[in-house]
């Protein structure tokens, strides 16, 4: 993403002139979202890129049940500067009582003030928060507590950058499940007491969130489509469009990242899966072009069969494998 | 004689080729300053009378320019209109 300029230059009454500069980032001109890929490790990563090409961006997490990196060397995302790609990660606070008290637990702010020193200048970065937290409300903490440390974890980035400079290039948002968020099907958890389409930000948050994503993914092989899920209410189920995943992404006012999305292969033959994938892509771009203050930024495939009975990898998959390729190849074209 | 201190404002930080820009400022100045205007007299008894008035003396501020360029110091992308009443500065983010 560029950065522009705004020169203000003027002068007083007595003859004094000044010049104030002012820093201002700009979209990129391009329609295409940035394509990456999330792997269940290292060595998925090299396999991928040795099959496919070597993607944009590339997915990892951090947290949860395992140990907080202390510092990028030691992070999951140590080898993407190298390679080129822009990371696009997560923590999940584990430390000192988690994010039901991360703003006021100097032990969780100091590690995420250090975690920041450590990282590299000029590398771009995505940086989330307990990603997905509509599978964790109420249990482990409640919508105000999720929104008060990412507000806070977002004013720790702003102070990192404000000491680093325009060099650090780290981005801070939310990622959420988007269409089920927002499905009033979806009575399972996370919808009560917080209600179907009781998700949002006030003016005063959002001043600490960089962009905004979410987590679409085609789990059945009756799901038409990822803009489908996305642009029609109830995750497509419903053929109104009042309350849909987009308008609701769209009103933050803010670019946006597709953590993860996927198409299961499950009931569905190759073609149909391949078919999907490169439909996905297509309408990101026909999204960017028609909304270029949301634009979707970037989206990483998950290529990582770690739910039970689910497949979204393509390696196996000659048609799938072949659109896969297809649209990381187009994204990274000029 | 000394330069005024110029805080401008972005209505944001990020924004999308060809979307619209505005910037607002306050300006503030050393040489402004509080003096006293005195006031002596006295009447025809010899009586005298001094009385002070406070007043200010501003030193205005006017914004001359406001220009978007492609990096600090590079090439002139596009400029916006000023309105030194409003203290208020419109564009266009430049599409390249």
């Known amino acids: 993403m560029p950065n522009y300029t705004v020169e203000f230059k003027g002068h007083d009454s007595t003859g004094n002139a000044v010049t104030v500069n002012k820093t201002i980032s700009v979209s990129p001109t391009t329609a295409k979202p940035l394509l990456g890929i999330c792997t269940s490790s290292d060595t998925t990563w090299a396999s991928f890129v040795s099959a ?55 032990i969780q702010k100091n590690w ?10 000029n590398h771009p970065t ?13 249990g482990s903490f409640t919508f105000a507590q999720y929104k008060a ?125 391949a078919a999907k ?30 739910d039970a009975n689910v497949t979204w990898e393509v390696l196996s998959l000659p048609q799938s494998k072949a659109a896969l390729l297809g649209i990381l190849n187009d994204a990274k074209a000029a | 004689m000394s330069s005024p201190v110029l805080t401008p404002t972005t209505n ?5 080729p060809g979307e619209a820009i505005t910037a607002s400022w306050v300006a503030t100045d050393p040489d402004n300053a509080n003096l006293t205007v005195e006031f002596a007299g006295h009447d025809s008894q010899g009586n005298a009378v ?10 205005n501020f006017t914004m001359d320019t406001v220009k978007i360029l492609d990096a600090p110091g590079g090439a002139v992308l596009g400029s916006m209109t000023v309105n030194n009443a409003a203290r208020t500065a419109s564009g266009v983010v430049p599409t390249a």
């Open chain 1, 149 to 273: 440390f990412i507000v806070a974890a977002g004013q720790i980035v702003q102070q990192v950058r404000a000491a680093r400079g325009p060099q650090f290039l780290v981005e801070w948002g939310p990622i959420w499940e988007g269409p089920y968020d927002f499905d009033s099907s979806n009575t399972g958890y996370g919808q009560t007491p917080y209600g179907p389409y009781d998700w949002s930000w006030t003016a005063a948050e959002l001043q600490y969130i960089d962009w905004v994503g979410f987590d679409p993914y085609l789990w059945s092989a009756n799901d038409a489509s990822i803009e489908r899920i996305c642009t029609y209410d109830d995750s497509g189920h419903l053929n109104t469009q009042t309350r849909t995943t987009m308008q609701k992404f769209a009103s933050f006012g803010k670019k946006m990242i597709i953590g993860e999305w996927g198409v299961t292969s499950n009931s569905q033959a190759d073609s149909a899966k």
């Open chain 1, 52 to 106: 496919m090409t070597l993607p944009q961006a590339r997915r990892t997490f951090e947290g949860g049940g395992a140990t907080l990196p202390t510092t990028f060397a030691t992070s999951k995302a140590k080898n993407d500067p190298a390679a080129g790609v822009m990371t696009v990660t997560s923590f999940k606070p584990n430390q000192d009582g988690g994010v039901a008290t991360f703003p006021t637990s100097t």
């Open chain 2, 12 to 16: 944001k930080s990020q924004y999308a």
């Open chain 1, 126 to 138: 995505r940086l989330c928060g307990w990603h997905e937290p509509g599978d964790n409300m109420p």
């Open chain 1, 277 to 306: 994938i490169t439909a996905a892509y297509n309408w990101m771009k026909a999204w960017n072009v028609a909304h270029p203050v949301t634009p979707i930024e970037a989206a990483l495939y998950f290529h990582y069969n770690v």
């Open chain 1, 112 to 121: 995420l003030t250090n975690y920041l020193n450590s990282w590299p200048l």
């Open chain 2, 50 to 59: 001094v009385v002070n008035a406070a007043i200010t003396r501003i030193d």
